[in-house]
């Protein structure tokens, strides 16, 4: 056992005194000598490994298991000679003739003792072990440690040479490898003699003492220059992406594939948020933050921008795109417009967020004093009552003044100005008006439309809804051309207080219209409810928002007609009542509305659509069975989805649903129900 604790001994010093630099390889150079020396370092450790075990296995006599280690322990130390050889070339600086002698020495051996260890499975040349576990070594033994210990001896004499004329730090590498080659060099010669003594392992263990004496220092010397030299280079980076990340509140760097990300910012404001600065997931996570800080009413449409599938598609024939929604930041939501880049590599996304609600809400201040005085009469004349905000606008160039007045005939405060009030006044549109008035806006306050109607008018009144600070606020605009018909007067007034009190007229006749929705005899919401409905799908849709998914299911009860005729009226509204719960009782999510005598519509909205081809096959088999029994409602059913790439108007899906219903009708009349 004496043998195995040499190979022990030398294993727990090695990992003792080698742990870090082997630990820390990742941040070496690897085309360094440190790094080639933890790669020799490893080896050795596989080399000790297997001399510590062929003891253990001779002493339970487990013949295959120990010529597979013996094998393995010759395999092992050729390798540790070839990493030895790659080290010392690199450690020395060597790139000549030299250099690659040394190499063609570690490359010999290796190759020879690999070669004649697969020859050995053969006809036993380095060693033989027969089943009673007695070990015998042959020539080829003594072969492969002498060629070794020539390569020793070779670079121990040659260090021993140069170390004479060396200068500075070179001094010291030749005296390690002088020193520890000898000593390789002395158990070597030492091993070939005694096949059952350690000597090579006690050699190994000494050089790689003496070695790491000297190493120890460079090695942290040089690990300490490379993670500053790494250091420096990635706070150069930094600066550079911190630089260009001034023009937004930050920007993301993301992983097309994996959705791993890194973030850059350079707003305090924004980082108040708690943004993480790299993640995993980018995709999922930022989801999450659009339900935790997107606008309500931005919510879903937010949440849809973050998948790797439609931000491809996004950005398919043109390098970028872009959107926009109202983020909360601190005890605010502010508009935020996101611009998203496909990377040079094309392997990832390059999104910057960019805080726009002050260029939307806020212009410059200034003002002539004198161009105040000299509109005020023009001004003065055109206020009939007071007003939040007055403009006065120069018809040819679209310059204009910004005006607030505290009461009627009060003085007048300069509030704003500009260069362009139509086209500002277009883009504030799509911004802060409510996106149901959007169209009907920015068609009234196009320039030329406005001049126009102006010509035959002594003014023009438009009344719509702006969303300030998350909430509804009813403005009406009055614009009226001035006396010298080169400006336009734009008045602007809250009249949120007037729509209140029109709201509170109207709440007495709320519970009388909401009855005139409801059909009397099936309980389900009638035709002016649908057409409510889809006056409402389609603002929606024209403003631009990413609808939800929705359907119809246009139904018609067949033979309502035969049953009036034959069993009288009473029948047929038990029949359309019948009719009516069967789809009640089918779509439970979706509002259903009886628009005609005997046909209906259903609104397929949430888990129903979600669900509709089960639920439409489920009404089919029912409408099979009742055809069968003759008992129950029969019902044509037909659907259509929309499609939000090629619908513009909601009527487009109930057609399509309702010729879908009349194909299902004719199969039925034939007999045939699908």
Known sequence: MYYASASILAAIHHLIINHEIIKNRKDLPKDGAYYKYTQFLISLMFFYVGDLLWVFLLEIKTWHLAYIDTMLYFGAMAVSVLFWTRFVVAYLRKNGIKSKVFLGLGWGICIFVICSLIFNLFNPIVFSLE??????????????????????????????????????????????????????????????????????????????????????EDEKRALSEFKVATQME???????????????????????????????????????????????????????NARKYAH????????????????????????????????????????????????????????????????MTAKSQEI??????????????????????????????????????????GDLQVARSGEDFFTETLNNIMMIVHPQDREYMLDSLDKDKLLSSLEGMKRIVLEYRLI???????????????SDGEHIIICVENIEKEVEKEKEHLKALQTEKELARR??????????????????????????LDYLPFGFAVCDINDLKKVNDTQGHKAGDEYIKASAKLLCDTFV??????????????????????????????????????????????????????????DSNVNDVFERADEAMYENKRWIKGGDVR
């Open 131 to 216: 089943k009673d576990m007695t070990y015998t070594p042959h020539w080829g033994r003594f072969f492969l440690l002498g060629v070794q210990f020539f390569m020793f001896a070779v670079i121990t004499l040659y260090s021993f040479l140069a170390m004479k004329r060396a200068t500075g730090s070179d001094v010291v590498h030749y005296r390690a490898i002088c020193m520890s080659g000898l000593v390789m060099a002395v158990f070597v010669s030492l091993q070939m003699f005694t096949a059952y003594a350690p000597f090579y392992t006690f050699g190994c263990f000494l050089a790689n003492c003496l070695v790491h004496v000297f190493i120890e």
């Open 296 to 359: 309500p009413d931005d919510r879903a449409f937010a949440e849809s921008m973050y998948f790797k599938n439609k931000m491809l598609k996004n950005l398919e024939n043109k390098p970028s795109y872009s959107y926009r929604y109202r983020v909360l930041v601190g005890d605010e939501y502010r508009y935020f417009r996101f611009v998203v880049r496909l990377s040079d590599d094309k392997k990832h996304f390059v999104l910057g967020d960019i805080d726009i609600e002050d260029t």
């Open 368 to 409: 002539d004093k004198s161009k105040s005085q000299v509109t005020f009469t023009r001004i003065a004349e055109t206020l009939a009552s007071n007003y939040d905000a007055i403009y006065y606008v120069e018809v040819k160039t679209g310059n204009y003044d910004g005006f607030s007045a505290d009461k009627l005939y």
């Open 468 to 482: 300030v600070d998350d909430k509804v606020e009813h403005m009406r605009l009055i614009a009226r051309n001035t």
């Open 519 to 544: 059909d009397e005899l099936t309980g389900t919401k009638n035709k002016t409810a649908f057409a409510e409905l889809e006056k409402s799908v389609q603002g929606n849709i024209e403003g631009g």
């Open 589 to 646: 999510h979706s509002p259903v509305f009886r628009i005609g005598g005997d046909e209906f519509v259903i609104f397929l909205r949430s888990d129903d659509y979600i669900n509709r081809r089960k639920l439409i096959a489920d009404l089919k088999q029912t409408v099979i069975n009742n055809q069968k029994s003759g008992q129950g409602p029969v019902i044509a059913i037909g659907t259509a989805d929309y499609n939000q790439d090629t």
């Open 234 to 288: 990635k706070e150069r980076y930094t600066q550079i992406a911190t630089g260009l990340a001034r023009d937004y509140e930050a920007i993301y760097y993301i992983d097309i594939e994996s959705g791993r990300y890194i973030e850059v910012s350079t707003s305090e404001r924004y980082d108040s948020m708690n943004v993480p600065k790299e993640g995993v997931d980018f995709y999922a996570e930022t989801r999450a």
